[in-house]
């Protein structure tokens, strides 16, 4: 018997709660599918649902109760306003990186400038840069060839011209860096346990986790762009929120003669740290 787009989402929501996963992820990839947003939704959820739409639910919940994370089933994620391809290659874009891009754009010069991106993934960060500042000559490094091909067809897609290393950190750039930006690993390998068992099966755990309670990159970044940040060069990264003071402390010891201060996402915690 037809069943409305309601009765059939209520349902598949209690079903993935009864599996131990967010009910509402299953309306997050029902939404993406239709390209309907929360007014399209309202309107029509009293209307039946044809039958391969509930067939392609069927699946997708197969996937989703098994902790699949709804972004890698439907094949992309929206990051500052635009539609970026992930993979079990990349990270998914969160929304605390793009308030990291936005204090970039805030604090960073609006001339031409030199800007590296460490840790490509999708290419959210350079791609995102490189479209909003087009005067910006923007160069990103991986350690990852499938995340660089990922980030690769992103830029074909958004037309936006980048080069691409694939390189550990800083090794591959050559000339000053004018702005340095990074959402680098950082959690810590003793934080295994804590995390949601979607991002532990399924996410890249290089692009995850971090040796020395997860501030080794950290450590890395720092000690290469004491040699290669130009002498008004700055820097922004993304931190865990524990992490402010420790990462404060340790851009400070490698840049004495430089502002390092802490900045706050949108929840009111630690997350991005300037250098300048």
């Known amino acids: 018997m037809a069943k409305t787009y309601r009765e059939v989402l209520f349902w598949a929501s209690s079903f993935l709660e009864a599996a131990g996963v967010d009910g509402q992820h299953i309306l997050y990839v029902f939404l993406r599918r239709k390209k309907w947003n929360q007014t399209d939704w309202l309107l029509n959820w009293n209307k039946m649902m ?50 990291l891009v936005a204090l970039c754009l805030e604090k960073g010069t609006k001339e031409a400038a030199y800007v590296v991106d460490v840790g490509t993934g999708t290419g959210a960060i350079s791609l995102t840069l490189k479209l909003e500042r087009p005067n910006w000559h923007v160069a990103t490094v991986d350690l990852s060839a499938g995340a660089l091909a990922v980030a690769k067809e992103n830029a074909d897609q958004l037309g936006a011209n980048v080069d691409f290393y694939l390189g550990d950190t800083l090794g591959p750039i050559e000339q000053p860096i004018d702005i340095l930006i990074s959402n680098p690993p950082y959690i810590g390998v003793e934080e295994w346990e804590s995390m949601d068992e979607s991002v532990r099966t399924f996410e890249p755990k290089m692009a995850l986790f971090a040796e020395n309670q997860g501030l080794a990159i950290y450590e890395q970044l720092a000690k290469e762009a004491q040699q290669k940040l130009s002498s008004t060069g700055k820097i922004f990264l993304e931190i865990g929120y524990l992490q402010g003071k420790a990462v404060q402390s340790l851009f400070q010891r490698y840049f004495p003669g430089k502002k390092v201060s802490i900045h706050q996402d949108l929840s009111g915690q630690d997350r991005m740290i300037m250098v300048e």
């Open 50 to 99: 044809p039958e391969e739409e509930e067939v392609q639910l069927k699946e997708d919940l197969e996937q989703l109760k098994n902790h699949y994370p709804p972004q890698y089933l439907l094949g992309f994620e929206e990051f500052y306003g635009r539609f970026f391809k992930v993979s079990e290659e990349t990270l998914i874009p969160r929304p605390e990186t793009e308030e």
